[in-house]
């Protein structure tokens, strides 16, 4: 059997990732009448009273709706909601397998960003934080701002965050192992949608200023014809030599490659125009930028992908269970940008300097500790800034 009539083979018989389990016994009358009717109406009357409430007599403080309209689920494109059923299921049973938090999976079969925003707005008083995961952009920027400003509880893009944390761990400990401080190294980002810009925001943030993004076009600079309108906003704040190219042009003399495009991007001739010891983070599914065999042929030093098959794979696991754990922890109603820094520098902490090696510079996806460091960083920084309702 192939590895696609497995896969097949598996959901068929599964049916179906996750199940409802209650945590409540009903096996006889009186545990009825306290689980539902009439004892059930006591809880209902406190809440009406204190909102907040919801959060001791519900599951609402650990449990995250994970919501797609099936626009950009995986490397498939625009599938469809039902299709991308599967995907969100999965990740409901990566919460829970990863952070024990409960999570449910919430297919909207719209486009339109008003009609996502009103749903998902709409159903968000049963739950203690939003996963937006799978939306095309630009819609994914739109209902992810707007859902922001209009929620009391945490509002998170994995694939635009998750992906940025992940990567900005990653390279914090590349530069660690290369004895370089961020800003003293030149980044290239090839695949400037929603997961390329947001990691260029974070890498900044955390201070990898030397940028330059490209995509189909080349490189993005200001003024140039194809930028779009997020496109049109980094390019305030990259590129400093205003470099009007390809990526190959952009490549050159550079420390750090990071690809979210696609397959066979970068060749080797490509590799060996860029500075000594450089840095491939070549992160597309399931075929990365460069194979890392030949990438460490021609001269790369450290070189990580999205695969499971190779070293330093480069996996939103590592973030979004402990991310929410930590936020949920603490009943955050944000997770700010000071919160995405703080568990990226948690990941990258999970690897000991004694550890810290070429091959290593990220935790396994099966690192039992990464949870829960991420759950504290975030919980510590969303009680430093004031979002967390309790200590």
Known sequence: MDKREFALQAHRDWKGKIEVVSRAKVTNREELAVAYTPGVAEPCVEIQKDESLAYEYTRKGNLVAVITNGTAVLGLGDIGPAAGMPVMEGK??????????????????????DELVNVIYKI??????????????????????????????????????GTAIVVSAALLNAAKIKGKQPHELKVVLNGAGAAGISIAKLLIDIGFTNMTLCDIFGTIYEGGPANTDAQREMAKITNKEKLAGTLADAMKGADVFIGVSRG????????????????????????????????????????????????????????????????????????????????????????????????????????????????????????????????
């Open 264 to 391: 066979n991007l970068v060749n080797a001739e490509m590799v060996q125009s860029m500075n000594e010891n450089p840095v491939i983070l070549a992160m597309a599914n399931p075929t990365p930028e460069i194979m890392p065999d030949v990438a460490l042929e021609a001269g790369a030093y450290i070189v990580g992908t999205g695969r499971s098959d190779f070293p330093n794979q480069i996996n939103n696991v590592l973030v979004f269970p402990g991310i929410f754990k930590g936020a949920l922890a603490v009943r955050a109603t944000a997770i700010t940008e000071s919160m995405k820094v703080a568990a990226a520098k948690a990941i990258a902490s999970v690897v000991s300097d004694e550890e810290l090696n070429p091959e290593y510079i990220i935790p396994d996806v099966f690192d039992p500790r990464v949870a829960d460091v991420v759950a504290k960083a975030v919980s510590d920084e969303a009680i430093r800034l004031g979002i967390a309702r309790i200590k």
């Open 92 to 113: 409901c049973a990566l919460f829970k397998e990863f952070a024990g938090v409960d999570a449910f999976p919430i297919c909207v079969d719209s486009k339109d960003p």
């Open 124 to 161: 968000s008083k049963s739950f203690g934080g939003i996963n937006l995961e799978d939306i095309g952009a630009p819609t994914c920027f739109e209902v992810e701002r707007r859902l922001k400003e209009m929620c009391d509880i945490p509002v998170f893009h994995d694939d635009q965050h």
